[in-house]
């Protein structure tokens, strides 16, 4: 059974930092690529982060660039996601995701085909 499980979500406040974490199981995504999305409450679920197999090429959403970054450890089979200067607007429910067997990364998430349950962000202002 393949899952992904998010963690290090918390309340933190404005101009703080969390790091995001998400550990996989059942499969080996080492040649596949990973993102990161949030969904605040009342709004869709966007695209925050997504890296390629090797960990070698990265993107972000605009509202997040140069505040988060995306990394991996695949002999550890993880992905993780360093926030910084953390704003109000950054608070939601963050998802781990995977392709099933692409290794480029993808902005879209009807691209990924394994989510994890989602850890709650919150910043206080």
């Known amino acids: 059974q393949v899952q992904l499980v998010e963690s290090g979500g918390g309340l933190v406040q404005a101009g703080g930092s969390l790091r995001l974490s998400c550990a996989a199981s059942?499969?080996?995504?080492?040649?596949?690529?990973m993102g990161w999305f949030r969904q605040a409450p009342g709004k869709e679920r966007e695209f925050v982060a997504t890296i390629v197999w090797s960990g070698t090429a990265t993107s972000y959403a605009d509202s997040v660039k140069g505040r988060f970054t995306i990394y991996r450890d695949n002999a550890k089979n993880m992905v993780n996601l360093q926030m910084n200067s953390l704003k109000p607007e950054d608070t939601a429910v963050y998802y781990c995701a995977a392709r099933e067997s692409s290794a480029s990364g993808s902005s879209m998430s009807r691209d990924y085909a394994y989510w994890g349950q989602g850890t709650q962000v919150t910043v206080s202002s």
């Open positions: 059942g499969r080996t995504f080492s040649s596949v690529a």
